[in-house]
């Protein structure tokens, strides 16, 4: 998945990982196999030269194993969208606390909805628990951030957007990448061109996955041999559980919590990085003060958001499954929290 618009607009800091991930989408994307972009002498924006760039992309589309009909059909209303690189060129970067992030993201109003939603969909949530092994509450808080639980999908044609963002040229590759997977998704007729919309970035439906998320993790959660994540709410659970736990998703632990930290605390034990984790017996050896119990031997990091003067967590494997999503701390915190307050009395 995936900075949501959400994350994005509030606050968080613009994290772009290594996979060239942008807002609105997951951070962890599967390479599909693209060959290199052409050389195109265009002059960058250049809205004259978008037609001959559109061509080398349906070349590029047809020498992939895109039959001729989806291209036809996928470039038949093609249009060039400069509205998409504004908003890629004027990416918000402000920085915020965690704490004015939360009140923001997790309104009262937005918890009581995500409850509703819990207990409303019960039934398909169950089935996409129990056939992923991730819980439902963690389902419905992803669902919650990432769409608004289906309200906000966006509205741009996906073909259009990242054909134009792949024409701007700052990360072609990236999004030449996305088009040909939403050509794959097309093909395989999960969906028609004119319902293929999606945000300015490229995330669609109702889970924000990007094109290359959707073929590597969508699902088919009531099989009608389609996975439509924008109206099928089958398909939107499964696919986002399905994200998690091929991410790595532990059932047995929990994402975390909010800790207290002894004024000896060694800053250099902070971090997610492999070594750094310890178990839950080494940490209260060290002066870590939990809020709850937890097994004694699992693996756990710390981690201070906004450094000294902010709030301590204590994290577990979840809590970095969850930033394969999106790597943000902030969003992954949000996550948490919300599964929480989700199944508390």
């Given at each position: 998945?995936?900075?949501?618009?959400?994350?994005?607009l509030?606050?968080?800091?613009v994290l772009?990982?290594g996979?060239?991930?942008?807002?609105?989408?997951?951070?962890v994307?599967?390479?599909?196999?693209?060959?290199?972009?052409?050389?195109?002498?265009?002059?960058?924006?250049?809205e004259?030269?978008?037609?001959?760039?559109?061509?080398?992309?349906?070349?590029?589309?047809?020498?992939q194993?895109?039959?001729?009909q989806?291209?036809?059909?996928?470039?038949?209303?093609?249009?060039?969208?400069?509205?998409?690189?504004q908003?890629d060129?004027?990416?918000l970067?402000?920085?915020?606390?965690?704490?004015?992030?939360?009140?923001?993201?997790?309104?009262?109003?937005?918890?009581?909805?995500?409850?509703?939603?819990?207990?409303?969909?019960?039934?398909?949530?169950?089935?996409a628990?129990?056939?992923?092994g991730?819980?439902?509450n963690?389902?419905?808080?992803?669902?919650?951030m990432?769409s608004?639980?289906?309200?906000m999908?966006?509205?741009e044609?996906?073909?259009?957007?990242?054909?134009?963002?792949?024409f701007?040229?700052?990360?072609?590759?990236?999004?030449?990448?996305?088009?040909?997977?939403?050509l794959?998704?097309?093909?395989?007729?999960?969906?028609?061109?004119?319902?293929?919309?999606?945000s300015?970035?490229?995330?669609?439906?109702?889970?924000?996955?990007?094109?290359?998320?959707?073929?590597?993790?969508?699902?088919?959660?009531?099989?009608?041999?389609?996975?439509?994540?924008?109206n099928?709410?089958?398909?939107?659970?499964?696919s986002?559980?399905?994200?998690?736990?091929?991410?790595g998703?532990n059932?047995?632990e929990?994402?975390?919590?909010e800790?207290?930290i002894s004024?000896?605390?060694?800053?250099?034990?902070?971090?997610?990085?492999?070594?750094?984790?310890?178990?839950?017996?080494e940490?209260?050896?060290?002066?870590?003060?939990?809020s709850?119990?937890?097994?004694?031997?699992?693996?756990?990091?710390?981690?201070?958001?906004?450094?000294?003067?902010?709030?301590?967590?204590?994290?577990?494997n979840?809590?970095r499954?969850?930033?394969?999503?999106n790597?943000?701390?902030?969003?992954?915190?949000?996550?948490?929290?919300?599964?929480?307050?989700?199944?508390?009395n």
């Open positions: 998945m995936k900075l949501s618009i959400m994350a994005w509030m606050g968080a800091a772009v990982g996979s060239g991930n942008v807002i609105g989408a997951e951070t994307l599967t390479e599909l196999p693209v060959a290199p972009v052409p050389v195109i002498d265009v002059v960058p924006n250049d004259s030269q978008f037609p001959a760039y559109i061509e080398k992309l349906k070349a590029k589309a047809l020498a194993g895109i039959d001729q989806t291209i036809d059909q996928a470039f038949a209303n093609v249009y060039f969208l400069n509205r998409v690189i908003s060129q004027n990416q970067e402000k920085k915020i606390m965690l704490d004015d992030y939360l009140r923001r993201v997790l309104p009262h109003k937005k918890v009581q909805r995500a409850r509703q939603m819990y207990h409303a969909n019960q039934d398909k949530l169950s089935r628990s129990e056939r992923s991730v819980p439902a963690y389902i419905v808080a992803l669902w919650g990432e608004n639980f289906g309200k999908q966006g509205k044609d996906i073909i259009s957007a990242m054909s134009t963002l792949a701007e040229g700052r990360r072609e590759a990236f999004f030449t990448k996305q088009l040909m997977a939403a794959q998704i097309l093909q395989q007729k999960h969906i028609t061109a004119d319902q293929l919309k999606g300015w970035a490229g995330a669609m439906g109702q889970c924000q996955f990007m094109p290359t998320s959707f073929i590597t993790y969508g699902m088919d959660g009531d099989g009608d041999g389609r996975i439509d994540i924008w099928n709410l089958d398909d939107v659970f499964a986002t559980a399905n994200y998690l736990a091929t991410e998703w059932n047995k929990s994402w975390g919590q800790v207290r004024k000896k605390f060694n800053r250099e034990w902070i971090g997610l990085e492999d070594e750094k984790s310890k178990t839950v017996g940490w209260k050896t060290l002066g870590i003060k939990l709850k119990k937890v097994p004694t031997g699992q693996r756990a990091w710390i981690i201070q958001p906004d450094d000294a003067e902010g709030r301590t967590f204590l994290v577990f979840n809590f499954t969850i930033m394969h999503w790597r943000s701390t902030y969003f992954a915190i949000s996550i948490g929290t919300l599964a929480d307050k989700v199944i508390q």
